[in-house]
């Protein structure tokens, strides 16, 4: 088996970068009262912006919220269990999937005219969003991680009632939701294992 010493000697990032991005991150249930600045939120985006999609199609979109109306909108359509850390973090985003993100591909795609054209089928732009979004929910995560904050993400919602509640009438699909914040009290659950590398990994 690998050891943490010799992965670092392999990778161009330093030891404790490695370890505040992926080691030592862990998902946070709970959170401190401490805030999360707008200047934090736009830092995340402004890195991870970068990072790839298919075509530079950035379809990610990101919602904020931080005002107590607005989080009292989201609860009603979040799992039982995970209302009470969204209603005490000091910030939760919710991440969707832009489903009409075509409309940008002159800007963000420019040396292609005709790039729009090969979207033009919903079902397949749908499922393109979604799976380039998801690529980007990741980039995010390690993006809140980058900033020094924790990352709490949930699937357990009632998607439909989150777009029908936030996005009616907009080509937007919410994915998942994120509380966002210092940890709390008893943030984290036990570190649960992870697969081998050669559990994992084939080489032909």
């Known amino acids: 088996m690998t050891t943490f010493a010799e992965q670092d000697q392999a990778l161009e990032l330093p030891a404790d970068v490695q370890n505040l991005l992926f ?37 990610l979109r990101v919602l904020v919220l931080r005002s107590a109306e607005a989080r009292a909108r989201l609860l009603p359509h979040m799992a039982p269990g995970n209302r009470g850390k969204t209603e005490a973090a000091p910030l939760t985003v919710v991440l969707a999937a832009d489903v009409d993100f075509h409309e940008n591909l002159p800007q963000v795609f420019p040396h292609a005219p005709g790039a729009k054209d090969a979207f033009s089928d919903e079902a397949g732009r749908v499922e393109f969003a979604k799976l380039n979004s998801l690529l980007q929910v990741g980039y995010f995560i390690i993006g809140v991680r980058a900033a020094g904050l924790a990352a709490g993400p949930m699937t357990g919602f009632d998607a439909a009632g989150v777009d029908k509640e936030f996005f009616d009438g907009k080509p937007l699909r919410s994915l998942v939701v994120v509380n966002v914040g210092k940890p709390g009290e008893n943030p984290w659950f036990d570190r649960l294992p992870r697969l081998d590398f050669d559990q994992v990994v084939e080489t032909l």
């Open 23 to 59: 080691r030592e991150a862990r998902t946070a249930n709970s959170f401190s009262s401490e805030p999360v600045t707008d200047e934090q939120v736009r830092a995340i985006y402004d890195l991870v912006k970068w990072a790839p999609t298919s075509k530079n199609t950035q379809p």
